[in-house]
């Protein structure tokens, strides 16, 4: 029997030597490369924190002590050390979340998974268990040192340090990365202090000196040497940072070396009021495929061969950020003035290849998405034309940005919003469903939504002309949408897709529900229902032509792929309103619910955007009018059916 198979709870490492939790740090590395390996998920990152959980779950009481990790995606071995070691549906419906979820375990606390708040929230709780008298129970919080790179993070500490009658440890889990490589002035200060000679000669000196000691004795001198070192630091430069704060500081410490980790927090956990402790660990350690990828070293995978570390079943199709990294380039080149802004996620949201073609013309900011903005205001002051590329679900904590710094201001920044709608199995903190309900209340902004990589190619170059105002290009996540050629473009840019003789239904599909809108309509046909497609381009502001084509309809049917309330659909609404144009208008979109991880079909399924559940209901607003009801029945129990009815067989009544 593994050790892992008889570990159902925390509590159960209290029987464990150190040797056996030495063993069972192995046997959970193997866990972890056999079952992400089938199912994709935050693989590098787990492999690194496996001793730095396990030290953590011996020395404290979860969930009596709150364990709150930032981000979520280096919370799989907690999972396994609480009782969640059945991995086979991880991040599928009904199966574990790829991040911490209340709904699993009590051992969860936090399931919001954007970085840097994991301080905050750790302020709040050890201030609560302090006001209402559980002054047994501490508070942990660990921080990735990308985290550090977001200003919510120093925000908290300049309040912790406020406050030091409280237990809180913070673990700032220190792999040099984030994503990628930390950027940044923090991440040389880490750097530093990961190499710094006085820290590794005294590292070694005093653990030659230590072993000679007792283990009473060891622990003392363990204590006294974290002390020492706060103090050393004050003339090596390292850790004089968190010192200035008045925020007691351990380390740093080697994040796979079991008995420093535990005794060190251990140590924290004593000490009575907050305490950072630093641990230096390697992301992907023992899997010799993820320490080879330089890129991320397997941050997040999707299926891979375990052995060699390859993906498997992954399709050839083009993604949507392959569209518009290259057509950046290609802008480029035609451009000086265009610039790229991402935070801390350079290659996902594809802007890699413009800063390889132009590496001074892209800015890095880390995980700070609001400096990225307000920023980027000040770029466009300056003659420039930011690009901004973040995921659209990251774009939440920009608003007041977008609003004050750039839309005020009437900058030229375009921001280009990937992984936009549903995104399927990482769940409700980065499925991007608000964006459109959220930034077309700005004023003067200006969104597009492409249908396929033309249209793509020709939005982000149509965004980079605008000098007058915020521009917001946004497309989902995965393989880009087949190309779907226009019937007609109208003079406002309005393509029409599909035209009908009778004049019934007009859909509205916003970007890639372009396409499932044409299936609708062809539905419909069959069904004699007439209906025209038309896709905007510019979902912001309402084009004249939509208003026009409404007037001369029966019914809208606008499809998004963002939440119903707030929505392009109520914009239309409300413009029809204001033209005093009395079409009735159905709004398709989200709930405005969080919505758990899944695939997207089924997602998509459960909110009804499907071409069979939207042709269906307009069946019974449209044709139950029009054709008898008997007849109605029996040809539209076959199609419901997905038996198809002939055209040239359904009348008008």
Known sequence: MSLLSSVSGPRDLDALSVEQLGQLAGEIREFLIENVSRTGGHLGPNLGVVELTLAMHRVFDSPNDPMIFDTGHQSYVHKLLTGRQDFTGLRARGGLAGYPQRSESPHDVVESSHASSSLSWADGVSRALTRTGRLDRHVVAVVGDGALTGGMTWEALNNISDDNDRNLVIVVNDNGRSYAPTIGGMARYLNRVRTADSYRTLHQSSDSFARRLGPAARAFYRGVRGGTRGFLSRFTNNAALYSNLDIKYLGPIDGHDLPMLIETLQLAKDFGAPVIVHAITEKGRGYQPARDDEADQFHAVGRI??????????????????????????????????????????????????????????????????????????????????????????????????????????????????????????????????????????????????????????????????????????????????????????????????RSEAQDVLIVGIGPMAHLAVDVAHRLRAQGIGATVVDPRWVVPVQPSIVDLAASHRLVITIEDGIRVGGIGTRVRQVLREANVDTAVDELGLPDEFISHATREQILEDAGLTPEKIAQDVVSQVLGTRIPVARRTEEQSDWMAGVPTPHNEVRDA
């Open 305 to 498: 061969d375990p052995t060699s570390g390859e993906p498997v079943g992954v399709s050839s199709a083009t993604a949507w950020t392959d569209v518009f990294a290259e057509e950046l380039v290609a802008v480029g080149e035609e451009r000086s003035e265009v610039i790229g802004i991402t935070a801390a996620m350079l290659r996902p949201t594809g802007l890699l290849p413009f800063a390889q073609r132009f590496p001074d013309r892209v800015y890095d900011v880390g995980i700070a998405e609001q400096h990225a903005v307000a920023s980027a205001a000040g770029l466009a002051y300056g003659g420039l034309h930011p690009v901004v590329a973040i995921y659209a679900t990251f774009m939440n904590r920009a608003f007041d940005q977008v609003m004050m710094d750039v839309a005020l201001h009437r900058a030229g920044v375009t921001f280009v919003l990937d992984r936009a709608g549903v995104t399927g199995p990482d769940g409700p903190s980065h499925h991007g469903i608000w964006d459109l309900a959220m930034l077309q209340i700005v004023p003067h902004i200006r969104i597009a939504v492409p249908r396929d990589a033309e249209r793509l190619r020709e939005e982000l170059r149509e965004a980079v002309a605008v000098t007058d105002g915020p521009t917001v290009i946004r497309f989902p996540k995965g393989t880009v949408s087949p190309t779907l050629p226009a019937l007609e473009r109208l003079s406002d840019g309005v393509d029409v897709l599909v």
